[in-house]
Each structure stands twice: as structure tokens, then as C-alpha cells.
């Protein structure tokens, strides 16, 4: 299971592995309970772990670096249930994250999310990006440049009156 197919869904708890998406929803796994259903668009909303990103004191940092300071802490995770030990936890853990803007309850997300990942064996890192160095291994597309012929067919085309609607008196 790789970290960049993974989704949190608005209304849902836990994660879910995106195994294929529709233009109304998309089908996802659990990875709590491993079923499977369809999630559908006009009701929930997809959030990519990749995409999530958490308020510090500096610049935003993405979801990745918190979990790496988490896994690489030696502190062992609070209960779910004190807010007041997830904020001393995530003090010790990453102290440039800005507790104005960061929630209990985003912390407590953080914690969950945490516990589920270990416990799927989830590698934790961003998928990486093909572009190398700002190259790209496409081929170049040459521009071809319109014709004369149909530069002035379109300078010569009569100009068409747009129908407005007209107020009533």
C-alpha cells in the first residue's frame, strides 16, 4: 500500500486506500476494517494525505514531516481521549508547530491517522515528482503556425450579432 494513494473522506473515520475514482466518487477500502465501498462525491469530500499540510511558526509543512518526527520520537503516543497530553506530546514532538491555528482536534486526527498508518505497515514519504531538475523526458512539440489562408478567413468572417434579451416595460 503506498502513502500517495491514501484519502481521508469528509463525514468518514479513518483512512482509506483510493482504489479507483469516478466522475461522481470514487471507490475506497478502509484501513481499519478493509471493506470496500463507493464514496460519492456530492456527499463527501477526498482529502490526499500527500496534499495536507499543517501550520507551524514558520512555513507550512506537509503531513509527512509531522509523522516522521512522530515515528523517529521517543516519546510513546497519548490517549486519544486528553487533549491536554496530545498537546504536550506534540510540544516534545515538533514544538514548531503553531498551536493557535492547529486544533485539538486536528491533533487528535494527527494521533489516529498515526496509529493506522504503523499498524499497515504504510511507508511514510511523498511519492517523487518525474521531473528532474525542472527537465522533463516529454519531446518537444514544435508550433505550427497558421496558415495565411485561414488567418484571413477569420479576419474576413462577418461579425455576428449576439442576440441579448431585452427588458420589459
Do not use: C
Request: glycine share 4%; charged share 30%; hydrophobic share 40%.
Amino acid at each position: 500500500m503506498e502513502y500517495n494513494k491514501l484519502v481521508s473522506v469528509t463525514g468518514l473515520s479513518g483512512l482509506f486506500e483510493l482504489l479507483s475514482s469516478k466522475a461522481d466518487g470514487g471507490v475506497v477500502r478502509s484501513l481499519e476494517d478493509k471493506s470496500t465501498r463507493f464514496v460519492s462525491t456530492r456527499v463527501h469530500n477526498f482529502s490526499h494525505l500527500e496534499s495536507i499540510e499543517v501550520f507551524t511558526t514558520a512555513d507550512n509543512v506537509n503531513l509527512v514531516d509531522v509523522f516522521t518526527a512522530m515515528k523517529g520520537s521517543t516519546e510513546t503516543l497519548p490517549s486519544e481521549k486528553d487533549p491536554a497530553a496530545i498537546k504536550k506530546y506534540f510540544e516534545k514532538v515538533y514544538p514548531d508547530m503553531d498551536f493557535s491555528r492547529v486544533y485539538a482536534s486536528d491533533m487528535k486526527k494527527m494521533i489516529k491517522w498515526f496509529e493506522i498508518l504503523t499498524a499497515n505497515n504504510v511507508e511514510i514519504k511523498l511519492s517523487e515528482n518525474p521531473e528532474q531538475d525542472g527537465l522533463s523526458n516529454e519531446p518537444a512539440i514544435a508550433k505550427a503556425k497558421p496558415s495565411a489562408a485561414k488567418t484571413n478567413a477569420v479576419k474576413d468572417a462577418p461579425a455576428r450579432k449576439i442576440n441579448t434579451p431585452r427588458k420589459m416595460a
